[in-house]
């Protein structure tokens, strides 16, 4: 689109007006383009035995879908696990993954009240625990931490180290307990901001920022371990208990998922 005057202001001014009159031209041409349709693919998910029919965006990511599946499932985006011929990465489109109009797609994951349900106590239990709360019993000497202490510490246990404070290693915590005195592991994903409580069973992925706070006490006669009460929900009935923490670490972990300072 070029111009050149051949003399005199007068063509000058000739040539800009056509310049510009083209301009417009082509910007009318791009507006009055025919826009691609958004292109969406019906399939069902399978949650916990459940079938759920989804129209979604072909070209959005396993991520969005995800944070879709939110409210559909009520299993947080970050505890999902998309399963499409194998396990799908958040980055990753349906078209690239090949879905299609019926296919079937597995999700896996842990509803926060499922994960809460591991450590909630019972009514009589919680009863005790709030007595114990009124009266400043030791963690250690109430009936229903009892219950997994009186077992001694674990095989194997990590060592404990009292007086000192560590940086978390690069590797889960492991050797611990948890209130139904099953085996559990932490896992610290600083770059993603989940600590990763495992089980046996399965690893429930839980956002640091949904923690509400981080209880500690040595136990009696064994002060080099920690009882931990990680508060998961709104009031203490949600903390999750695990036992026989090592005690140079705990700094670290109320660090890790508090941010420094905040626990004081």
């Not at 007006?17 to 791009?30: F, Q």
């Not at 965006?57 to 396993?62: H, I, K």
């Not at 709360?133 to 109430?142: D, I, L, R, T, V």
């Not at 989940?194 to 009696?220: A, F, H, L, Y």
């Amino acid at each position: 689109m070029e111009c050149v005057a051949a003399s005199g202001k007068g063509d000058g001014e000739s040539c800009e007006a056509s310049v510009a009159a083209e301009s417009v031209v082509e910007i009318e041409k791009i507006e009055s383009s025919p826009k691609v349709p958004t292109e969406f693919v019906d399939f069902k998910v399978i949650y916990n035995k459940t079938k759920y029919d989804i129209s979604f965006e072909l070209d959005n990511t396993v991520g969005q879908l995800k944070q879709h599946l939110q409210d559909v499932i009520g299993v947080p985006q970050s505890m999902q696990k998309v399963m499409i011929k194998g396990l799908a990465r958040d980055e990753r489109t349906l078209r690239e993954l090949g879905v299609v109009k019926g296919a079937k797609v597995m999700v896996v994951g842990s509803k926060l009240d499922d994960v809460l349900a591991v450590s909630t106590p019972s009514k009589q239990e919680f009863a005790e625990e709030k007595g114990a709360s009124s009266s400043k019993e030791p963690f250690c000497k109430q009936k229903q931490h009892r219950k997994v202490l009186d077992k001694g510490v674990p095989d194997d246990a990590m060592p404990g180290i009292r007086d000192t404070k560590d940086s978390l290693p690069p590797f889960p915590l492991s050797g611990m307990l948890n209130k139904s005195g099953g085996k559990v592991r932490l896992t610290f994903k600083m770059e993603q901001d989940q600590v990763w409580i495992g089980t046996k069973e399965r690893t429930d992925k839980i956002p640091m920022n949904s923690i509400k706070s981080v209880v500690s006490e040595p136990i009696e006669g064994h002060e080099e371990y920690h009882i931990m009460g990680i508060q998961l929900g709104p009031t203490e009935a949600s903390r999750y208990w695990v036992y026989w923490v090592p005690a140079q670490y705990i700094d670290a972990i109320k660090d890790a998922i508090l941010g420094k300072w905040q626990y004081f």
